[in-house]
């Protein structure tokens, strides 16, 4: 009769787990907590920003008892940002917060451990709501195939020419901003759902094509023609028109969707903000700046140290004061490389405030910063002093009845909500720039 071995001993051999859990997502947050130092205390409906529009006329040189200018006047204008509200939900069963009360049954408890990762996440998913362009898109749809065994592939759009293009499908899971769990929809050109696409649970990702995998079709195979102005948002996330009349479910004419308007949206010389079109009001355009460089095959353009003395330029010539220089760690490698071939790396890297711990360069004495959920090809130079977080306050649960955590229903399961009322926006426009269109590596930003 064979001895004892692992299988006749299966039953009784203890499980032993090296903790701690290891965290394997980037919860990086950088820009999000330079704005939030500025943040704007909010009590209402919407932030209303008075803006002088123009000088005054009635200003003049004259002859020695000459008649004095007739009286002239300012202008003003007024951009209106609408409060965005953001949702968070966690629920766990009493079994499992029982199980997991202690570190002996478990190496976190159950209930703790959701309510952490839940503002952890929330705050991620703001970081990258803060690049966007206002309209929720995650990632465009390049098409969609055919549903087979309760399985669909959707293709998403990818840079290829043209320079690095809003909604790159590859740029979206490399950030970590479309993930194996995510609930999402697919939404048309009209900002409407299409047939079968909403609450969608994705399963697999692939940089690589790029491409998310379906595999819970919940009412049959999601709609697969006319992709071409198909878009992915987060799960029950609406998006407006710009000229939709103000209403219960809809935040109005300042609104392109229920999440924030984002840095693609406040530094543009031809997006609407706060309800006024830079086409016809020129004093809210933002710079924008395309380097010098001849264009590769990709449409992108090596940077050079005179794009960006241009763009600062731009910047202090309408009357701004920059604070930084936010890009990809990519743009960053040939910020670095610059450096280097003039000879004077060394003396530019220092640890300024902007994250203890962290060196960067300095360029005209501003940091040039590298953040994970920067777009591809850009680099931002900020005043951030006209940059605003409109909020009354932090993520924080729902509890005005007194209760951060409720019975979920007739269940043994508890639930907590967090939120946040909150957007982003500028006092100024005209002292922000964009440089754009850069390349990596002789070639497309893939954002490292």
């Not at 703001?126 to 206002?134: S, V």
């Not at 360029?363 to 006209?386: F, H, Q, R, W």
Request: proline share 3%.
């Amino acid at each position: 009769m064979a001895g004892a071995n692992l299988v006749t001993l299966s039953e009784v051999l203890k499980e032993y787990y090296m903790g701690p859990i290891v965290e394997q997502l980037n919860k990086e947050v950088l820009f999000l907590t330079r704005l939030e130092s500025r943040s704007e205390d909010l009590v209402g409906k919407r932030a209303y920003v008075p803006l002088a529009a123009t000088r005054t006329g009635g200003i003049g040189a004259r002859a020695e008892n000459g008649t004095l200018p007739a009286a002239g006047n300012l202008s003003y204008d007024k951009a209106v940002y609408d409060l965005k509200y953001l949702y968070g939900k966690a629920s766990v069963t009493g079994p499992a917060m029982a199980k997991t009360k202690s570190e002996a049954g478990a190496f976190l408890q159950a209930l703790k451990s959701e309510l952490d990762m839940l503002r952890t996440d929330l705050r991620k998913d703001l970081a990258r709501q803060i690049y966007g362009n206002g309209t929720g898109v995650v990632a465009g749809v390049a098409s969609i195939a055919a549903a087979s065994g309760g399985v669909q592939v959707i293709t998403l759009d990818a840079s290829s020419t043209g320079g690095n293009v809003f909604g790159d499908g590859q740029d979206a899971i490399d950030k970590g901003q479309l993930y194996v769990g995510m609930v999402i929809d697919v939404k048309d050109g009209s900002t409407a759902t299409v047939s079968n696409g909403a609450g969608l649970v994705v399963t697999a990702v692939d940089a690589a094509t790029p491409s998310v995998t379906i595999t819970n079709l919940p009412a049959g195979a999601v709609t697969t023609t006319s992709t071409s102005a198909f878009v992915i948002v987060r799960s029950g996330v609406a998006q407006y028109s710009a000229t939709a009349t103000p209403s219960l479910s809809n935040p109005g004419t300042y609104a392109l969707s229920d999440e924030v308007d984002g840095l693609q949206r406040i530094v543009s010389t031809t997006a609407a903000l706060g309800g006024i079109d830079p086409a016809t009001s020129t004093f809210w355009a933002a710079n924008n700046v395309t380097p010098a460089a001849s264009a590769n095959a990709s449409g992108t353009r090596a940077i050079a140290f005179d794009d960006i003395q241009i763009a600062l330029n731009k910047v202090r010539i309408a009357g701004g004061s920059p604070t930084a220089m936010v890009t990809t760690y990519g743009v960053q490698r040939e910020i670095y490389g610059l450096f280097q071939t003039q000879g004077i790396y060394a003396e530019q890297v220092v640890t300024p405030d902007y994250q203890a711990g962290f060196k960067t360069l300095m360029y005209s004495g501003l940091p040039v910063i590298a953040d994970l959920e920067c777009p591809n090809g850009k680099m931002y130079l900020l005043d951030e002093s006209t940059m605003k977080v409109f909020s009354d306050q932090d993520f924080h649960f729902l509890d005005a009845d007194g209760q951060t955590l409720r019975q979920s229903g007739d269940k043994d399961a508890f639930e907590a909500v967090m939120v946040r009322y909150m957007n982003v926006g500028a006092t100024r426009r005209n002292n922000q720039a964009v440089i754009q269109n850069i390349a990596v590596d002789g070639g497309l930003d893939r954002g490292f």
